[in-house]
């Protein structure tokens, strides 16, 4: 990695003014390169700059890095800060307003004392989508599904760079609602009655809400060897017909960001990755060349982009009905099975405490049914009409009071919530 040791002068009349520091080689630094994910678009709100360490297999995740200053020089030297909110997040004090056609840089300034700038970087212009459409199609795999297809007309001479995100948000109906639920829960066999469970009208159903997925890996496209400055029919989304999200009513919301070659060069390269969120929180990003450069120090290491993109978002709704008319709606996301555990537990017994007080219980002391609904594993779905029988021939060990279901089949809020996002619209 290309590493820049001399200070730059701190007002030129292109960079804006960088904060001055003392031409030193800092040795003394903290542990893991820095990793800076600092992806900024146009339109007026404030935006984040994430900072991270890089981190060992025995870590539990990424080390956020606190205690920077962080700083976004646009060419006419309006230096624009960002304030550290939780950490390793920052976040722009105010809302950015990014021009087409200007030059930024990004200053970083961690508490060991070393200084990274990036590359400057232009703001690339507007390139809004044209449309946005569902069609049904086969996928390279000869799957059945469904296609979410893009067209963006880039009003521009020269190839340009694109890379896109999306957030799906689905209809989630519970098969099995139920307006009853767990009531109270008695887990004391020393209390005179044992163990026991008793079910109440439930407050109102649960069974209709709303799921959530993003996108997890890198979406690239380009107008590079065609003919026309346009993308058609550019699919950003495949989704396979099996897949429960399209049971009732999808919804897909798709941003697209313009940016330049070199951007589209670096996270191309990181394509192999699963996810851009995994590149920015990886155990080992490699020795990919980045634009951001350490200034003052021989031994500290930095990772990460800085981009620049205009943003043009488009949103899609669609039923199953739309796509697949008349067709079986795919299976549920789990499976809903009746099951029947019992209050005690097969070979149940207690003995007399030898101090007198209370009972010893015998073996395995746990209730299958107790601890089921204490782990959020088992909703009521009825009363076991064979109960009663089992006690009387069987004895206690064994026996199920109550036919359940696994939770998320008559509660749904195990998936999503219930209430429906500010931009859901109906049919």
């Known amino acids: 990695m290309k590493r820049i040791f001399l200070y730059i002068v701190s007002c030129s009349w292109f960079f804006g ?20 994910d600092a992806r900024l678009h146009d339109g007026a709100m404030e935006q984040d700059i994430f900072l991270t360490r890089t981190f060992n297999l025995s870590d539990s995740g990424p080390l956020p890095e606190t205690g920077a200053l962080v700083k976004l020089m646009p060419s006419d030297g309006a230096t624009i800060e960002f304030a550290e909110q939780e950490n390793g997040r920052y976040t722009s004090v105010v809302p950015l307003d990014l021009q087409s056609g200007k030059s930024y840089q990004l200053q970083i300034i961690t508490k060991d004392g070393v200084q990274y700038l990036s590359d400057s970087t232009i703001m690339p212009p507007k390139a809004p989508m044209n449309g946005i459409r569902a069609e049904r199609r086969l996928n390279g795999f000869e799957t059945d599904g469904v296609a979410i297809l893009v067209d963006t007309e880039v009003p521009l001479d020269g190839q340009a760079y694109f890379r896109f995100e999306f957030e799906e948000t689905y209809r989630i109906i519970a098969p099995d609602p139920n307006p009853f639920d767990w009531d109270q829960i008695d887990y004391d066999i020393n209390d005179g009655d044992g163990w026991e469970v008793t079910v109440a009208p439930r407050n109102g159903l649960v069974h209709i809400c709303y799921g959530n997925n993003s996108s997890n890996s890198i979406v690239l496209a380009s107008t590079e060897g065609l003919t026309t400055n346009t993308l058609k029919d550019f699919q950003v989304r495949f989704i396979a017909s099996t897949n429960y999200a399209l049971s009732h009513r999808y919804s897909i919301l798709v941003r697209q960001y313009h940016h330049d070659g070199n951007a589209a060069s670096f996270f191309g390269s990181l394509q192999d990755f699963s996810s851009v969120e995994s590149v920015f929180s990886n155990v080992q990003t490699g020795r990919l060349e980045g634009n951001i450069r350490v200034q003052n120090s021989s031994v500290a290491q930095v990772f990460g982009y800085f981009e620049l993109s205009s943003v043009s978002v488009k949103r899609l709704f669609f039923n199953h009905d739309d796509i697949f008319p008349g067709e079986e709606k795919p299976e549920y996301l789990i499976n809903c099975s ?24 015998d073996g395995n002391g746990n209730s299958p049914l107790i601890e089921g609904i204490l782990a959020g594993l088992y909703a009521y779905h009825a009363e076991n009409e064979d109960y009663e029988e089992w006690l009387q021939t069987e004895g206690l060990g064994g026996a199920a009071p109550f036919l359940v279901k696994p939770k998320g089949c008559v509660d749904c809020t195990v998936f999503g919530g219930t209430q429906p996002p500010e931009f859901w619209i109906e049919e």
Do not use: K, N, Q, R
Not at 17 to 30: M, S
């Open 17 to 36: 003014c960088v904060e001055a520091f003392d031409p030193v080689d800092i040795v003394d630094v903290l542990d893991g390169a820095l990793v800076v």
């Open 338 to 361: 009746t099951g029947l555990p019992p209050l005690y537990p097969e070979g149940f017994h207690i003995t007399p405490a030898p101090s007198g007080d209370g009972f010893v219980v």
